[in-house]
Structure formats: structure tokens, C-alpha cells
């Protein structure tokens, strides 16, 4: 039983680190557990941790989780799913599936220069929705490669997404100044907005709401802040290069 509620809990770390619904990740761990003999089986999910118990011939089990990092992999959230539904059909060992886990864990969709090439596409496409030129795609494409990097590399340093998400938004206003400046951009709102959406915690507000919607609260309320708080920092490194490059130079 200990060996089952270890496995459940990391398919459902797995989920929640990878961007995952609360709901999901619950539903998982049930499952999970029920398909590998357990009577009962329940766990209170958070963005930030998962307490799960089981309980077994009148004896309970229970196991926390620290969930640290989260990041935004479909594709694993995508595969630890279905290999939860496919237990029974691949007729699984608890050890079996745990190696599966291992492997889906460690696997990675895209390489990283293609992941920065099409973030840095993604850029260039968002400064046209908002109305900008050719020049401002170029010159946001150029931005988006330069965030996209630094946001990956500072992830795996573990600097605080708060700061890095506003140092980020900074240097892309910053950039976006130079290159109008040198006429490699002709609009500096539509340049700027196509770099920082980048750093717009889109899929966090769209979990928010949803873990609201079906009850889960705390969780939906905690992801609503943490969209707020990054929206923020977006908006204060945006700002303060905006506000300092107006009160030296006297414009844009």
C-alpha cells in the first residue's frame, strides 16, 4: 500500500509540475489507487503540495508532497494520463508503472533551440494581433529570443519568477526603445506587447478559473494570486524602464 500511494502521488506531482488542473491531478491519484487494490482512496491537492491517503484492510496510509517548480509541459501531463487509464490494459506492475513514470518524467518534446525559435515566432505573431508591422514582428522576433533564453536558464537556477518575470519584462521594454530608435521597429507599443507576452501566465489564469468553477477554491483562488502577482511584475519592469527613459531623455 505504501508502494502504491508513492506511485500515485508522483503520477500526480508529475501533473501539477507540468501545469495540470487540480482536478486532475486528484482524479489520478484516485484512480490510481482503486485499479491497484486500495478500499479507499482520497487526496486534497494545492498548487504547492498534495496530502493523499489511502486506507486498506482498517489500516491508513498517507503521504505528502512538496510541489516546488511548475512549468508548462502539455505533453507529459498528456502521457501520465493516459498511462493512468492504461493500467489494466498493459496489465502493469506497480514497479512497471513507476518506470514508466521515470520515463515520461525525464523526456522532453521539443529541443531547446527549436523551443526559443518558435517562443521568439510566437512574439512576432502576437505584435501583428495588436496591429503591428513587419518591422515590429522582425523586431519582436529578436526580443523573443533574448527572453525566452534568459527565462529558461534563470528556471533552472531557481531564480524567483517574480524577478525574473519583471528584470525580463524590462529588458524587453528596453530593447524595444533601441530598436525604434534605430528604426528597426515602427511601433514601440505593438513591439513591446508582442515581446512580453511571452511572460503572460496565460494557462495560470485559465486553471484558475477552472479549479474555481468545479469547487476547488483554495486552489483556484491561489492560482488567480500568483497570475496577479506575475502580472504585476510584467507590468512594474515594463514601467519602471518606460518611466526612467521618459524623465532622462525626455520622450520616446
Known amino acids: 500500500m505504501n508502494k502504491i500511494l508513492k506511485v500515485a502521488t508522483l503520477a500526480g ?15 489520478t491519484i484516485w484512480r490510481i489507487c482503486k ?13 504547492t503540495g498534495i496530502m ?17 517548480s511548475r512549468t508548462v509541459n502539455l505533453d507529459k501531463i498528456d502521457k501520465v494520463n493516459d498511462l493512468s487509464r492504461s493500467i489494466t490494459l498493459k496489465n502493469l506492475s506497480v514497479d512497471e508503472f513507476k518506470k514508466e513514470l521515470l520515463v515520461i518524467n525525464k523526456g522532453e518534446i521539443y529541443p531547446l533551440p527549436m523551443t526559443i525559435i518558435f517562443s521568439a515566432l510566437g512574439a512576432g505573431c502576437f505584435s501583428v494581433l495588436f496591429g503591428g508591422t513587419i518591422k515590429d514582428i522582425f523586431a519582436a522576433f529578436l526580443i523573443g ?16 519568477l517574480f524577478f525574473s518575470n519583471s528584470i525580463c519584462a524590462a529588458i524587453a521594454a528596453l530593447l524595444a526603445i533601441i530598436l525604434y530608435k534605430l528604426n528597426i521597429a515602427s511601433q514601440l507599443n505593438q ?21 474555481t468553477m468545479s469547487g476547488d477554491l483554495v486552489s483556484g483562488l491561489t492560482r488567480a494570486a500568483e497570475a496577479f502577482l506575475i502580472a504585476i511584475s510584467i507590468a512594474t519592469g515594463t514601467g519602471a524602464i ?11
Open 191 to 211: 513591439t513591446i506587447i508582442g515581446s512580453i507576452m511571452l511572460l503572460v501566465p496565460g494557462l495560470a489564469i485559465t486553471n484558475a478559473i477552472r479549479d
Open 242 to 252: 518606460l518611466s526612467f527613459w521618459i524623465s532622462n531623455f525626455g520622450g520616446i
Open 13 to 27: 506531482q508529475m501533473i501539477l509540475e507540468n501545469g495540470g488542473e487540480t482536478y486532475r491531478v486528484e482524479e
Open 52 to 68: 493523499a491517503s489511502i486506507c486498506h484492510e482498517g489500516k491508513i496510509y498517507s503521504l505528502t508532497r512538496r510541489v516546488q
Open 35 to 47: 485499479i491497484y487494490g486500495a478500499e479507499e482512496a482520497d487526496s486534497f491537492v494545492t498548487p
Open 145 to 160: 529570443l533574448l527572453i525566452k533564453t534568459l527565462t529558461i536558464i534563470w528556471d533552472k537556477l531557481g531564480i524567483n
